[in-house]
């Protein structure tokens, strides 16, 4: 009740902030599907909102242009997953069986290998985007 009372329900646009800042705490653990599942909500929220109504909704992102900006973010963070979910999938069926699961493990983007020292903490202050975002596949 007081989440759709206050803050207009699971649709907010100010939720998609919240679904951004969750995917990058599980990608930043190596949870890959739940992190896709979050920057999917995250876009989907952004999506079935003009950009007038998103930014009445989120009054921590200052202009359309920053809005914009954290949207092509978002959708790029959500294609880094994607990439190496698919490239991960792809080594694996390559490899013999029992090597298949050390692969995807590390081919994850939140990898403390592959994305570097960890020392930020994830999704931290979305609204001016100096969270880290997760590390491209190499």
Do not use: F
Request: one cysteine or more; hydrophobic letters at 35%.
């Amino acid at each position: 009740w007081y989440q759709r009372r206050v803050h207009g329900g699971e649709e907010h646009a100010s939720h998609a902030l919240n679904y951004m800042s969750v995917a990058r705490c599980h990608a930043a653990e190596g949870q890959v599907r739940e992190a896709m599942e979050a920057y999917t909500k995250a876009c989907e929220i952004w999506c079935h909102k003009d950009p007038e109504e998103c930014l009445k909704e989120m009054p921590e992102v200052p202009s359309k242009e920053r809005l914009e900006q954290l949207q092509a973010q978002c959708r790029s963070e959500l294609g880094q997953l994607v990439l190496a979910m698919e490239e991960a999938r792809e080594a694996a069926q390559q490899q013999p069986r029992g090597e298949q699961a050390n692969h995807i493990a590390a081919a994850a983007p939140g990898d403390q290998a592959a994305s570097g020292s960890g020392s930020e903490p994830a999704g931290a202050d979305a609204g001016t985007g100096s969270g880290p975002a997760p590390a491209a596949p190499e």
